[in-house]
């Protein structure tokens, strides 16, 4: 475990958040945002060390020994930033996606192709088998990609699938938690409404106010966020365990996957893209439970000419590639920290 300062935590404390607030942008992971910055296989191989060994230490009460072995104050500092993000961040992201699409998905289009040159850096031999897995994971991207939405379910075995299969994003780069969602059908449920109305309930009861408590639709909403929680801990403990022992074994071949998935999730991250929402037999647009929309695919397009808002387009994807090579930059001009 690295011996770091508080404005080390600090710093993690924000790299978490840019990971929590990347895995809320349908398209984008925060373990992509995690490789970037160079913290993903410590944070891969933390979850990793929740295990038998640590429950053990738990169990015979050596806590400060369990603190060490999990590396305790890393993982609070990344996870503590991304559930900030959520409540924060991604909330002005949500808004800012709302009303300048392109410009949104551009930037993080930027952020995505500069991911992809950083990345394969990382890949010690370049092969064969190494390019074969890159190839592998982009065509299961882009197949992810051009998939068709599941009607929305809050049935709770399918609401706690959605935990595992959602935190995906911050445990494989490149595929994205809050589009998996979007494929399951029940991104606005889980990532909109039931945040929304977890905030709404922690503040209501900072002033208070326990009205929420005999109101039907929040306890539901409150049953399926940690639902969903649980489903993410499982998923995110899970998958860790898989990788951490794929990137010990396999690390080439693994980080070429995962470089694939990243290229694959270009399609969704694709600027001009119109959403196309379900319709009845009258042509009108059909709601799910919450009064919104149901989203079915998107229409993808090149743009025709040099318009205004195709000039702005360019240059947000210039400053997320731009972005990119500052980041990795900063981090390479950092002194190894001795363990």
């Given at each position: 475990?690295?011996?770091?300062?508080?404005k080390?935590?600090?710093?993690?404390?924000?790299k978490?958040l840019?990971m929590?607030?990347a895995?809320?942008?349908?398209?984008?992971?925060?373990g992509?945002?995690?490789?970037?910055?160079?913290?993903?296989?410590?944070?891969?191989?933390?979850?990793q060390?929740?295990?038998?060994?640590?429950?053990?230490l738990?169990?015979?009460?050596?806590?400060k020994?369990?603190?060490?072995?999990?590396?305790?104050?890393?993982?609070?500092?990344?996870?503590?930033?991304?559930?900030?993000?959520?409540?924060?961040?991604?909330?002005?992201l949500?808004?800012?996606?709302?009303?300048?699409p392109?410009?949104?998905?551009?930037?993080?289009?930027?952020?995505?192709?500069?991911s992809?040159?950083y990345?394969?850096?990382r890949?010690?031999?370049?092969?064969?088998?190494t390019?074969?897995?890159?190839?592998?994971?982009?065509?299961?991207?882009l197949?992810?990609s051009?998939?068709n939405?599941?009607p929305?379910?809050d049935?709770?075995?399918?609401i706690?699938?959605?935990?595992?299969?959602?935190?995906?994003?911050?445990?494989?780069?490149?595929?994205?938690?809050?589009?998996?969602?979007?494929?399951?059908?029940?991104?606005?449920?889980?990532?909109v409404?039931s945040?929304?109305?977890?905030?709404?309930v922690?503040?209501?009861?900072?002033?208070?106010?326990?009205?929420?408590?005999?109101?039907?639709?929040?306890?539901?909403?409150?049953?399926?966020?940690?639902?969903?929680?649980?489903g993410?801990?499982?998923?995110?403990?899970?998958?860790?365990?898989?990788?951490?022992?794929?990137?010990?074994?396999?690390?080439?071949?693994?980080?070429?996957?995962?470089?694939?998935?990243?290229?694959?999730?270009?399609?969704?991250?694709?600027?001009?893209?119109?959403?196309?929402?379900?319709?009845?037999?009258?042509?009108?647009?059909?709601?799910?439970?919450s009064?919104?929309?149901?989203?079915?695919?998107?229409?993808?397009?090149?743009?025709?000419g040099?318009?205004?808002?195709?000039?702005?387009?360019g240059?947000?994807?210039l400053a997320?590639?731009?972005?990119?090579?500052?980041?990795?930059?900063?981090?390479?001009?950092?002194?190894?920290?001795?363990?």
């Amino acid at each position: 475990m690295y011996k770091r300062r508080l404005k080390d935590y600090v710093f993690l404390f924000i790299k978490g958040l840019c990971m929590g607030s990347a895995n809320k942008v349908p398209g984008v992971s925060g373990g992509m945002i995690a490789m970037v910055t160079g913290i993903y296989e410590e944070f891969i191989y933390s979850l990793q060390k929740v295990n038998r060994k640590a429950l053990r230490l738990l169990w015979n009460r050596r806590f400060k020994s369990f603190f060490n072995y999990v590396n305790i104050r890393f993982q609070l500092a990344i996870n503590l930033g991304s559930a900030t993000a959520y409540f924060t961040v991604s909330l002005l992201l949500d808004r800012l996606i709302k009303h300048h699409p392109t410009q949104v998905w551009s930037f993080f289009f930027g952020l995505i192709l500069g991911s992809i040159y950083y990345i394969s850096k990382r890949v010690r031999t370049w092969n064969g088998k190494t390019l074969g897995m890159v190839a592998l994971g982009t065509a299961i991207g882009l197949c992810i990609s051009f998939m068709n939405p599941l009607p929305p379910n809050d049935g709770f075995p399918f609401i706690f699938l959605c935990g595992v299969v959602g935190v995906s994003g911050m445990t494989l780069p490149g595929l994205s938690g809050s589009f998996m969602l979007i494929l399951l059908g029940n991104y606005v449920l889980l990532m909109v409404d039931s945040v929304n109305n977890l905030f709404q309930v922690i503040t209501s009861t900072l002033r208070c106010d326990f009205s929420w408590f005999s109101d039907p639709n929040r306890i539901h909403l409150l049953q399926l966020v940690t639902i969903f929680a649980t489903g993410s801990i499982v998923g995110m403990l899970g998958f860790s365990h898989i990788l951490g022992y794929l990137l010990k074994r396999y690390h080439d071949g693994v980080t070429a996957l995962l470089i694939g998935f990243i290229t694959g999730s270009l399609g969704v991250a694709w600027p001009w893209k119109t959403p196309i929402y379900k319709l009845d037999e009258s042509g009108q647009p059909l709601l799910d439970r919450s009064g919104n929309q149901i989203l079915t695919t998107f229409h993808r397009f090149v743009p025709s000419g040099l318009e205004m808002e195709t000039v702005w387009a360019g240059f947000w994807v210039l400053a997320g590639v731009l972005l990119i090579f500052l980041i990795v930059h900063y981090e390479s001009k950092k002194p190894i920290q001795s363990p």
